[in-house]
């Protein structure tokens, strides 16, 4: 039997789907390509931007302002999730992705200690606040977009967009600077080399800002606006009547907040640092373990869309509780193919929840408070969990010795999400009994 041809309406919905697609992951590359380009060059940018007297105390320094910069993320949470929920999800996303690009060309072009003394560090911890104010709504608001024009039955493939996205961008990040540590000198590299990332984050911008440009409303949020039952203070109304959930999504995230910035971003930092192994092997570790990371994220997600998000969220966390302390031993006992060894468990791992929670959260809450309800425990966890994990670590390896404490780290948030995994209700379409599906 043959199959009738599509209709111009499906075929406008088809298009509009790819576009929202194409946004979304494009506007969520550029976000992660800068914060991971600024770790992967944590070294370095210590050298750039603080005296080196002590060179440890300036690395602490180097993390210190990359976890102070999420301090910023909350506020914007609040901000973005209030204006993307009454004014719309298109409208946030250009401003976000305009204003995280101006900041990362910024970057770009400061002077460093060298030059303008400490007027450096002060100049980039003002940009990264900024940069960390607009980039507070755009994976929000990216997830909440793909899944408001996602059908309800494969919204966890088409969510998943949004972490391809992000692990593209630590990719990219990782190779471009892995290959600038291998090509040029560590003159070059201090002189002017460490620049480039930051460059060529600002001309991905422009390409993510022109996509969204040609972006339509989602469908969910213009229904809302034609039936005149936008949220007046969706804040106020998601803390009122959603607190329990909010709570419980906190949790969750703490997994992939800190996984992010431990597993697929410091670790070329713990490899450099405590392994003492050449920067060019421990950023092609990350950039291999990236590689295999993005089709996991895919396989997982569509696991979500069949068999529910809470198995797929409760198998990530059982195993970094489980795993993440044999690995980490075992470290000490092996060179470049150990330590990639490990690096891909961890990764898949983290794939497990990174290629889910975004499903989930937006299943969580009604059109009308959704991009807020994303929003606030997505940017608070970053802010707990996230920026401050490779700072925390740093700091808590120089004071113990223990070069284990990434692994606590990464068991102490998995067993934290657990409780609220294993209340909540699972909010895949396909496994939802009607009565309970509003």
Known sequence: MLKSSPSGTEVALRKKQRRALAAAGMGTVVEFFDYASYSYLATTIASVFFPQADKTAALIQTFAIFA?????????????????????????????????????????????YATIGIGAPLLLVIIRLLQSFFTAGQYSGAAVLVGEFAPPRKRGRYVSVVPLGSATGFMLASALTS??????????????????????????????????????????????????????????????????????????????????????????????????????????????????????????????????????????????LLFSYPLFLALPHGGFAVALVVQLLMATFLALNDSTFGAFFIEAFPTDIRYSGFALPFNIGAALFGGASPLFAEWLIGLTGNELVPAFIMMGVAALSLPALLTSRETAPRLVHPARAG
Do not use: C
Request: net charge positive; charged share 15%.
């Open 179 to 320: 290959w600038l540590h291998g090509a040029l000198g560590v003159d070059d590299m201090l002189a002017w080399g460490w620049r480039l990332p930051f460059l060529v984050g600002g001309i991905l911008t422009l390409i993510a800002l022109g996509i969204r440009q040609s972006l339509e409303e989602t469908p969910d949020f213009a229904q809302l606006q034609e039936a005149h039952a936008v949220s007046e203070a969706p804040i106020k109304t998601l803390m009122a009547r959603h607190w329990r959930v909010i709570v419980a999504l906190l949790m969750v995230i703490s997994v992939n907040h800190a996984g992010y910035y431990i597993i697929l971003s410091y670790m070329a930092t713990y490899f450099e640092v405590q392994m003492d192994m050449p920067s060019a092997q421990a950023g092609a570790i990350t950039t291999i373990a990236l590689i295999a990371y993005l089709p996991l994220l895919y396989v997982f997600s569509a696991a979500s869309d069949r068999f529910g998000r809470r198995p797929i969220l409760l198998a990530g966390s059982v195993l970094l």
């Open 68 to 112: 102070l910069s999420f301090a910023m993320r909350p506020i914007g949470g609040l901000f973005w999730g209030h204006y993307g929920d009454r004014i719309g999800r298109r409208k946030s996303l250009i401003l976000t992705i305009a204003g995280m690009g101006m900041a990362t060309l910024a970057i770009g072009i400061l002077p460093g």
